[in-house]
T-cell receptor, first 109, second 113 residues
C-alpha cells in the first residue's frame, strides 16, 4: 500500500511565526487531504488538494503530484493552531485514506 | 446542516463484550468510512461502505463488521473485545468514493477494561 511520511514530527513555535509542514507519499494518488486534530479528537478538514495550490486565510497548501509531496504553510501562527496535523492520501478507486503519523504543533504565546 | 454525527461519544466495555457504534453521514452523502485511531498514531482504515455495499476493508480481524442502512447511516460492530481495541473510532462521510473529500465526525472513544 501507499506509504505516507510527514515531517517534522514535532514543531514548537512562538506566536506569530511561520511554518511549513511536509507530506511525502510513495505512489500516485487521487485524493489528498490535510486535517487538523484538536485536543478533543475532532479531525477538521483543512484542504482537499490532490494537486495544485489552495489558500484559506493564514493557511495554504501545495501538492506536486508528479513529485509525490505536499506542503502545508501556516503563517502568523496563533495558539489556537496547536494540535496534530495529518496528511491523508487515497490511491484506490474506493475511499480508503492512508494517514501519515502526523506533526505535533505547539504554539506558545 | 448537521455534520457527521457519531454516538455514543464515550463508552466503557469489559473484555469479551460486544459493542455497536453508530454514524450518521452528512445529508446527501452516500459513502461512510470507519477508522480506528490508537493513542499517538494516525487513523487506520477499517471499512468503507458506498450505496449500502462494502467497497473496501482494511487489515482488521473478522471480529470487526459493519453495515450501511437505506438512509446511509452506518453501524460498526466489534465482537469479543480485547484491551487493544481501546481507541478513538472515527466515521467519515463523502458524497462519492475515491476522488472526493471526506468529512469526519467527532468520534467515539472506546475504553476496554
Amino acid at each position: 500500500g501507499i506509504q505516507v511520511e510527514q515531517s517534522p514530527p514535532d514543531l514548537i513555535l512562538q506566536e506569530g511565526a511561520n511554518s511549513t509542514l511536509r507530506c511525502n507519499f510513495s505512489d500516485s494518488v487521487n485524493n489528498l487531504q490535510w486535517f487538523h486534530q484538536n485536543p478533543w479528537g475532532q479531525l477538521i478538514n483543512l484542504f482537499y488538494i490532490p494537486s495544485g495550490t489552495k489558500q484559506n486565510g493564514r493557511l495554504s497548501a501545495t501538492t506536486v503530484a508528479t513529485e509525490r509531496y505536499s506542503l502545508l504553510y501556516i503563517s502568523s501562527s496563533q495558539t489556537t493552531d496547536s494540535g496534530v496535523y495529518f496528511c491523508a492520501v487515497g490511491g484506490t478507486s474506493y475511499g480508503k485514506l492512508t494517514f501519515g503519523q502526523g506533526t505535533i504543533l505547539t504554539v506558545h504565546p | 446542516d448537521a455534520g457527521v454525527t457519531q454516538s455514543p461519544t464515550h463508552l466503557i466495555k469489559t473484555r469479551g463484550q460486544h459493542v455497536t457504534l453508530r454514524c450518521s453521514p452528512i445529508s446527501g452523502h452516500k459513502s461512510v468510512s470507519w477508522y480506528q485511531q490508537v493513542l499517538g498514531q494516525g487513523p487506520q482504515f477499517i471499512f468503507q461502505y458506498y450505496e449500502k455495499e462494502e467497497r473496501g476493508r482494511g487489515n482488521f480481524p473478522d471480529r470487526f463488521s459493519a453495515r450501511q442502512f437505506p438512509n446511509y447511516s452506518s453501524e460498526l460492530n466489534v465482537n469479543a473485545l480485547l484491551l487493544g481495541d481501546s481507541a478513538l473510532y472515527l466515521c467519515a462521510s463523502s458524497s462519492g468514493q475515491g476522488t472526493y473529500g471526506y468529512t469526519f465526525g467527532s468520534g467515539t472513544r472506546l475504553t476496554v477494561v
